[in-house]
């Protein structure tokens, strides 16, 4: 007997895990909910993020597509609690059911600060808020870049108050300073400034502001992010940071150079007062002067000084005056001594200067000349002879090396007018008078250019000129 036949629908498996996904997705469409973030082990390679949600009693897995991840403001992060909102849906492959996560935000202001204290803590112990590495302010920056919103109060405040203190060339980086992109912009902003070149169209910043109004944690939470407070903590020009109020905190503010509790504040840190520059500098000229003025006094003191403990110089000069009336008083006398002792000396010496004795030692002195001549007479003799040979066989090789040997031998010396020698063809021109000077003479020519000179073989078998001179024309 055949068995009954159900009336019951008979579905694919495709057919029911599609009725499943529908029904879930209908009944679910937008759900908000609460959790901790279990298994995040980052974006995959595609660029998704896959992890569970969990609390005591159970777990749902979750997604973020890769669309969605990029304008998320907070970032999935390992044991975070969060709220979540999305929708649900099943996937068919393992049948399981999983949240599509939309927005992502933390579970109240507790995790937010917990959220904070552990990034705080990460980047503290890199190194980032280290003091050492912090740089000084300029003293006078000449161009001050701004990264803020261009459009709210913040960045009038600034120029304001710049204006009021010392008005200087300020650069504006327009950015978000609230929502999915401001840590993105914040710190793409600061790069961009980093990356200006110091002579580019654009001036280089001498100081950066990063600033922004206050606000709630959430608000200000982009200048919280990694990417800002790394990019900040890199920057090789001084960062202030000026975010929020003055009981705001953020990571930008450990990671700048300084911060100021507001961006006025920021503005009066940057730069000093014109004013009290001015008088500080005048003060500086007035101290300088009355200085110098106090020191021209006391070396003029001190020199009059010295000069009283010094002697009159008539008093000086009349020691000396003194001294040479003594020696004039003594001249006389000294002189009439020098004179009678002298006199005594040629009394002494004068029986040696009579005829006889000097004409006997004239006597003795021309004996000794005759003595000499008679030795140098022989030796001047010889030294005659050796440089007469000598001369005689340099004349020889004069002869032997004189150019009029070869002139001897049929050649000649041409000279122009000047009497300098005629070295080539190339230094005479057609009608130039020449001298020809030969063994036996000299002649007088001119340069006939139409002329031209038979071979010197054939020249030498033809007779003698008709002149009979011996001597052929050479022109």
Known sequence: MDEPRSNVVEYSVSDLAFAVQQTVEGAFAYVRVRGEISGYRGQHASGHAYFSLKDADATIDAVIWKTAFARLRFKPEEGMEVVVTG??????????????????????????????????????????????????LPYLPRVIGVVTSPTGAVIRDILHRLDDRFPSHVVVWPVRVQGETSAAEVAAAVNGFNALPPDGPTPRPDLLIVARGGGSIEDLWGFNEEIVVRAVAASRIPVISAVGHETDTTLCDFAADMRAPTPTAAAEAAVPVRAELIGYVDDLGLRQRQGARRHVVSYRDRVRAAGAALPRPLDLLSQARQRVDLATTRLGAALRAFQHRKALRLAAVSPRLSHKALRQSFEREARQFDNARRRLDPAVARLTADRTQRLEALGKLLNSLSYRGVLARGYAVVTDKDGELIRSAAMVSSGQPLGIEFADGSVAAHVDSEYKLPPLRQRRRRGPPPDGSGQQSLF
Not at 88 to 93: C, E, H, N, P, R
Not at 99 to 120: F, N, S
Not at 121 to 134: N, S, V
């Open 87 to 136: 929708r649900l849906t099943t996937f068919a492959k393992s049948s399981k059911y999983q949240i599509v996560i939309e927005r992502l935000e933390p579970a109240g202001a507790g995790a937010l600060m917990a959220l904070l204290e552990e990034r705080r803590k990460k980047l503290l112990a890199e190194g980032l808020f280290d003091p050492k590495r912090k740089k000084p």
